[in-house]
């Protein structure tokens, strides 16, 4: 016979379990002879529950401590500047000087001294007359022939001035103020140019 709590073999009749001290139970079971031997079933073991391991926690990793900075060093304020003056976008064709424009030999500017040279020649009698009829028609520059047909425009001009004059004095249309004039020019010791007048 075997205890019920424990599982330990007792003796036939104990009525504790000499282990435990539990009771033994004995089962009653009829119909059952006193000669024949009771067999009691052997007692199953039962399992010991297993405990669960309880999770562990994982471990918090460690840390390196932080370095100690050391505090940054304190800087000199930085001067004041005055500020860069504003520069306008500059187109860089402004500065760039522009090619010498190709002028054709026929329109060939003349300087100042070549109208004073050409002025002194168209001045003398004979020799600028005949040069003023030459480059006012021939020749290739159109500002020189320009220069001597402005001659002409003048030679026209006073032309025309003397014309008015000899008409004036020949019709003695205004009589009396030529002779105002020439009693005027006679005063100022201008006699001869008196004379002509009237």
């Known amino acids: 016979m075997f205890c019920s709590n424990c599982g330990k073999q007792l003796p036939d009749g104990a009525k504790f379990c000499s282990s435990c001290g539990q009771p033994v139970i004995i089962p009653n079971i009829p119909n ?22 309880e999770p562990v926690a994982e471990p918090e990793p460690v840390r390196a401590p932080e370095p100690v900075r050391a505090p940054e060093p304190v ?12 520069r306008a976008a500059v187109d860089e064709r402004l500065f760039t ?10 329109n060939h500017p003349l300087g100042p001294w070549a109208y004073f040279g050409y002025g ?33 425009c003048w030679a026209l001009l006073v032309l025309a001035l003397i014309l008015i004059a000899v008409v004036i004095l020949v019709t003695g249309v205004l009589r009396g103020v030529t002779d105002n004039l020439a009693a005027w020019l006679s005063g100022i010791g201008l006699g001869w140019l008196a004379g002509l007048i009237s």
Not at 97 to 106: D, K
Not at 125 to 149: D, E, H
Request: hydrophobic share 45%; proline share 19%.
């Open 32 to 53: 059952v002879k006193e000669s024949e031997p009771v067999m009691e079933p052997e007692p199953v073991a039962e399992p010991e529950p297993v405990m669960e391991p």
């Open 75 to 86: 800087r000199a304020p930085e001067p004041v500047r005055a500020p860069e003056p504003v």
């Open 97 to 106: 000087p522009a090619p010498e424009p190709v002028v054709p030999e026929e």
């Open 120 to 152: 002194l020649l168209f001045s003398i009698p004979v020799i600028g007359f005949i040069l003023l009829i030459v480059l006012s028609f021939a020749g290739k520059n159109v500002n020189r022939k320009n220069f001597a047909r402005s001659y002409w």
